[in-house]
């Protein structure tokens, strides 16, 4: 019986793997891509141009003039004298009105400048608590801090509320006033909270305890789609991990996997999350002109790390390993290895050689401290850091 099982499941993974998708190195013209040169001067703002305009939406602004960093907290010791927290206010303000993201940051004083992890936190706030009464595994500051990693965080709906209101709270409603004269292409709530991400960069350009080349971007679900949307438009970023991203993240949107989620649902229950040009898209992929391998590749040359976990069906795990292996031709024509190791691997058996990390990790739709470990001894290894234990 088992035998017929492993037999069924292996026979319907090669179909789900027998799909036509886009080749992320040949571009809309036809011409095969075989240069950096090319890559970078057409083809990548071709892939990036076709995410803006069919997935996430284009950001009305980018950096706005009016953006200014409020000290809250100008430096506290805190973790037993370990760490220095800051907490600043990142305010911003546009033709409808003004908003605020909440920063806090753990730098340890051991290791300055300090490299550092920015979460992008989907969770309720208690999971980044700033004065550390709650230690939610989702945001491991003290195992971070110890190990040598600033720590930073912000609450998504500081940005822009993760509810269906037509555009007009958060961010969208500051910039874009009137959503009446919303465009298919304008930016939905995960390029939102990328744009957020990218605003905390600014603020770490102007922090000297803190590595800004050596910064990584994490987020879960939908965090982890937002995260890996930030990288591919946020090169200053070195490291973007998607943990259990799922449909719009990591996983590709092509692979037949009946039990997870799909663009029509997806956009039926988060009508916000994407732009309205996604919505061509729901039951009708072989449409799209992309597919989510093209959109880690969009990291390339920097590095990237997927995470799935075992008993997450809903995300697609195959399909997010798989977006990893099809990206790296493009970390392959920079000299480098994208994800090393093609066969998808047994569960907490993570695969670090490359430019490209991923691991299975045994469990349920999370962001655990087994994988936080992972990520920052990806770092360790990248970054070439011997150990602060
Ligand atoms: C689910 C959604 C997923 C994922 C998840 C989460 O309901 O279908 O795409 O983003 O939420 O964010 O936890």
């Given amino acids: 019986m088992m035998k017929v099982l492993c037999a069924l499941y292996a026979v319907s993974v090669s179909a789900a793997l027998a799909v036509d998708l886009p080749d992320v190195l040949k571009s809309a013209n036809g011409k ?48 037993e004298g370990k760490a220095l927290r800051k907490r600043v206010n990142i305010r911003y303000s546009g033709p409808g009105g003004e908003g605020t993201i909440r920063l806090t940051a753990f ?15 989907n969770r309720p706030e208690q999971n980044i608590d700033p004065e550390r009464n709650v230690k939610s595994p989702f945001w491991p500051v003290e195992e971070l801090v110890a190990r040598g990693y600033a720590a930073l965080s912000f609450q998504t709906g500081d940005v822009d509320p993760d509810t269906f209101d037509g555009f007009t709270n958060g961010v969208h409603g500051v910039f874009q006033p009137d959503p ?15 744009w957020g991400a990218s605003r905390i960069m600014d603020w770490i350009e102007t922090e000297p305890l803190i590595d800004r080349t050596r910064v990584a971007v994490v987020g879960h679900s939908r965090g982890g789609k937002t995260a890996l949307w930030c990288g591919a438009s946020d090169t200053r970023f070195a490291l973007t991990i998607s943990n259990d991203s799922g449909c719009g993240g990591a996983k590709l949107n092509r692979m037949d ?50 995470a799935s976990a075992s008993l997450d069906d809903w995300a697609g795990q195959p399909g997010e390993f ?48 087994y994988d ?10 990248n970054w070439r850091r011997s150990l602060v234990r």
């Fill in 32 to 79: 095969t891509v075989d240069s950096v040169a090319v890559w970078e001067s057409a083809r990548r703002p071709e892939v990036l141009e076709l995410f803006k305009t069919q997935v996430f939406g284009r950001n009305p602004v980018e950096r706005p003039a009016s953006l200014r960093f409020e000290a809250v907290d100008a430096g506290t010791e805190m973790l």
């Fill in 107 to 121: 730098i340890p004083k051991a290791a300055q400048p300090a490299p550092a992890f920015l979460l992008i936190c």
């Fill in 180 to 194: 009446q004269v919303r465009s298919p292409e304008a930016w939905g709530t995960i390029a939102a909270w990328a």
């Fill in 257 to 306: 996997l009946p039990l997870s989620e799909h663009i029509a649902r997806i956009n039926t229950v988060f009508p916000h999350w994407f732009c309205g040009n996604f919505k061509q898209y729901g039951d009708n992929e072989a449409a799209l002109p992309l597919d989510q391998h093209m959109l880690i590749a969009l990291l390339a040359p920097r590095l990237a790390y997927v």
């Fill in 322 to 369: 798989r977006s990893c292996v099809l990206a790296s031709p493009v970390w392959r024509l920079y000299g480098k290895k994208g994800l090393v190791g093609e066969t998808f691997p047994a569960a907490d058996t993570p695969l670090q050689e490359g430019c490209i990390g991923y691991h299975l990790r045994t469990g349920k739709h999370d962001l655990a401290l």
């Fill in 372 to 381: 936080w470990e992972r990520y920052m001894d990806f770092a360790d290894r």
